[in-house]
């Protein structure tokens, strides 16, 4: 019995032995055979040798698994294929694909904010491609970070696949791009000593209303956040909050996808006041003692990161221009928290000595490099200045070619060299503008100027004026090379015809045809010197039988050939929206090189602007005349000065100065002046709806008669004229709109006033 049981174990071992291969082969195991053959089957537009020559599996080798899964991704990896299968049949190995159908076309369905170019600039799937399903998701994906951007959270994006013969499909992505997705709310969390309201006009995001619907920034945008989180730090730091942080800036889209709820969770700290305030040097010879009054903060102060910014970029300024050409202002700060205070040193030492090596200009698509490089203060090779720079940055922004410029330094090709990275936004420089005046007694004005200030992306400006209304016509071509040859010198012509119906102001009308020609050139950063040769023909017609005697023995044409120069002193901050810094001009003018009219005239103006407080700015300002005959000759009417409209506000043009007293016509006069103080200020006014307020005050004056007063009796009087009023500002998306209402103070009887003013522009 054992002997017979223990026979039967050993049979059924040596059955097991034997039967072993076999299972395991119809199991799928790898055999152990070599490969005799491989046959590639299911390709249509792939040659079998291309597809041999990803696997690394070849005949006369043994059949390897790892080999074998190794092929497989590296076939699947190519983007021909959808499927691969990888079999060994007896001694042949058998290689069986699914090819990938070929894009014919790629179309966007449903899109209507954004244009079919633009998203297919975004999507890599493009027609003659080989179709494969993670790109297409990868397109989806990009597609809808743009609708993101744009504020569109709800976009939804589907991918259609329209299968054509010959293994070409059609894609198609169906778009619903839904709503815009705002800002619900946004909210603080630990702001103790400044409102939700004051955060919230400190920053750039704002909360959605009906009124911004020409602004974008009440959308949900994660670049934009953290704008405003560095506008919070700066704001706070501005306060004294020196140890001020950002904890953490979320949004969260509502449970309906409607809208954003943005929370700022801040640590404001305590706040402080400027203790001890020194400056030192390292260079020596240098008077610390001078640069002292650059400091715009005292001790006991409250501590402000922005003056200690202004005061370190002043006395860089300040050392550069002594000729230390390496300099590096570091202002040291050491808190005292037991008393609040923050102690802060100056240190102007040697900076590294950095050259510059190249000048890299980006995102100027029409403008050319050329036009850019000319307005840098620096060159290649030249010694870095931070105060070139930024000098630099301000000329191409006072361009009016770009939305935004951006000049940051890079590394060169050693420690001793940097790049300036010049990075710019263009934007429109075509402009057609509007312009209309009201009042009861003058009537209605109006015009339209045609500009180009980029022709050709050259920096040209071309300009084409008409003006029309119910007292003057202007028709005038102006062109301007802003660096004629080459050359830090501007050129230019103008050519013109003038109509003036001046019924209502002299019972006289009067009509110019002429030319200019015109150069100038720069003596410093800021001054400027302008000569200008006008040749004109001018005529005094349609004179009134009951018109002044001066007007009517004035009747007929006459010439004038003048010669005049301009000398400009201009540290404006920027042309448009000035904040700061000063404009003054003088002019000399000789008319009789040629002609018929002999005449000496002289003109001097300026204006001040300054910041009183953020948002706030002051500006005062004034003009004064004289001209003078010669020669024996009598000044003509269309040479004299006429004050009045928007050079002295409550009054209408040729409302003040000599006049007939028979006939009540303006005679104009030989001297005047102007003076000017304005305010602006916002009105409380959402910031980006761009409303400001303005409160003015305007005085002048007018006098001397061009003819014997014993052949007419003429009212002449210098006293100073006084008016006062408001206006209101608006930045709007078609130009600038300005109303303005003026009330005269002090006058004579004789005077001619207007109360409102109105003007518009557009840009296109």
Known sequence: MGLNFRWAVWVVVAMLAFASPAVAQ??????????????????????????????????????????????????????????????????????????????????????????????????????????????????????????????????????????????????????????????????????EHFSDGTLRGRIKTTESAWWRFLSSDDRFDPDRLNLDRELLRKFYLSEGYADFRVVSAVAELAPDRDGFFVTFTISEGERYKFGKIEVTSR?????????????????????????????????????????????????NIRRNKDTNTIDLTFDIQEGPRVYVERINISGNTRTLDKVIRREFRLAEGDAFSTAKVRRSQQRLKNLGFFEKVDISAAPGSAQDKTNLEVQVVEQSTG????????????????????????????????????????????????????????????????????SNDRQNIASYSDRSLGFALRAGWAFTEHTRQTVRYTLRQSDIYNVQPWASTIVQRQQGTSVVSEISETIAWDTRDTRLNTTKGWLLRNTV???????????????????????????????????????????????????????????????????????????WDSLGGKYYYTGTAELSFPLGLP??????????????????????????????????????????????????????????????????TENFRFSFGARF
Do not use: C, H
Not at 302 to 330: N, S
């Open 283 to 331: 260079f020596q010879g240098l008077d610390t003692d001078t640069l002292k009054s650059y400091l715009t903060m005292s001790e006991g102060d409250w501590y402000d990161a922005d003056e200690v910014e202004k005061t370190v970029t002043a006395m860089a300024d300040a050392v550069g221009t002594l000729g230390y050409a390496f300099v590096e202002v570091r202002p």
């Open 431 to 498: 402009e057609i503008s509007f312009g209309a005046g009201f009042s009861t007694t003058s009537g209605i004005l109006g015009d339209i100027s045609i500009r180009e200030r980029n022709l050709l992306g050259k920096g040209q400006d071309l300009r084409l004026s008409l003006s029309l209304g119910t007292l003057s016509t202007l028709i005038d071509l102006s062109f301007t090379e802003p660096y004629f040859l080459d050359r830090n010198i501007s050129a230019g012509f103008d050519i013109f015809r003038t």
């Open 26 to 191: 119809r199991g799928g195991a790898a055999p152990a055979g070599v490969i005799t053959s491989v046959q590639i089957q299911g390709n249509v537009r792939a040659e079998p040798e291309t597809i041999r020559s990803y696997l690394q599996l070849k005949e006369g080798q043994p059949y390897d698994a790892a080999a074998a899964d190794r092929s497989l991704k590296a076939l699947f990896s190519t983007g021909l294929f959808s499927d691969v299968v990888i079999d060994m049949q007896g001694s042949t190995l058998i290689v069986k694909v699914t090819e990938n159908p070929i894009l014919n076309r790629v179309a966007f369905e449903g899109n209507k904010k954004i244009d079919d170019d633009k998203l297919r600039d975004e999507v890599q799937s493009k027609p003659r491609q080989v179709f494969t399903r993670a790109r297409v998701q990868a397109d989806v994906e990009r597609l809808l970070t743009i609708y993101r951007r744009s504020g569109r959270y709800n976009a939804v994006i589907e991918p259609k696949i329209i299968q054509l013969e010959q293994g070409r499909v059609d894609l198609v992505f169906e778009i619903d791009e839904g709503d815009v997705t705002g800002i619900k709310r946004i909210s603080f969390v630990g702001n």
């Open 687 to 752: 910031k980006e709806i761009g409303i400001l307020g303005k409160a003015f005050m305007d005085v002048g004056s007018l006098w001397g008669s061009a003819d014997d007063p014993s052949t007419v009796d003429v009212l002449d009087s210098q006293l100073m004229r006084v008016a006062a009023g408001f206006g209101i500002q608006w930045i709007s998306p078609f130009g600038p709109i300005r109303v303005d209402y003026a009330i005269p103070i002090q006058k004579e009887y004789f005077d001619k």
């Open 589 to 663: 003018a000789v008319g009789g090189l040629g002609g018929t009219q002999y005449y000496v005239r002289s003109t001097v103006d300026g204006v001040y602007y300054q910041t009183i407080i953020e948002d706030f700015v002051a500006s005062i300002g004034g003009s004064a005349g004289i001209i003078a005959p010669y020669n024996n000759t009598t000044l003509l009417l269309n040479n004299r000065f006429f004050i009045g409209g928007d050079t002295l506000r409550g009054f209408r043009v040729g409302g003040i100065g000599p006049r007939d007293a028979n006939t």
